[in-house]
């Protein structure tokens, strides 16, 4: 069983950039790590992807070009790269892991087997 833990949630301005970590520990080397955000009275959203043993990432439209997912599989991390936040951005924010392939599938919270506790991202007007 993977484990993930979140870090480097906070409150900034609108406009500010932010980087979130997840830290996995256990073998994720046929795994996607994921990032999901979950807002009051919202469904959990997708955001982006990583899988390690394809080298590929994937996007939710509504971040794409905004927020840049990487990571070091050698040091089992990834990281989330938020830029030019939004109020609307504001949510608890979520790892997840999962031996899962195909973009449509990443994008379904339900098909992950490992969750992180989360991590609060407040963006202030």
């Known amino acids: 069983q993977v484990q993930l833990v979140e870090s480097g949630g906070g409150l900034v301005q609108t406009g500010a950039s932010l980087t979130l970590s997840c830290a996995a520990s256990g073998r994720t080397y046929n795994h996607a790590i994921s990032w999901f955000r979950r807002s009051p009275g919202k469904e959990r959203e997708f955001l982006a992807a990583i899988v390690w043993s394809l080298n590929s990432t994937t996007y939710a439209d509504s971040v794409r070009g905004r927020f840049t997912i990487s990571g070091n599989n050698a040091k089992n991390t990834v990281f989330l790269q938020m830029n030019s936040l939004k109020p609307e951005d504001t949510a608890v924010y979520y790892c997840?892991?999962?031996?899962?392939?195909?973009?449509?599938?990443?994008?379904?919270?339900?098909?992950?087997?490992?969750w992180g506790q989360g991590t609060q991202v407040t963006v202030s007007s």
């Open positions: 997840a892991a999962g031996v899962i392939r195909h973009r449509v599938a990443l994008m379904q919270p339900r098909l992950y087997s490992s």
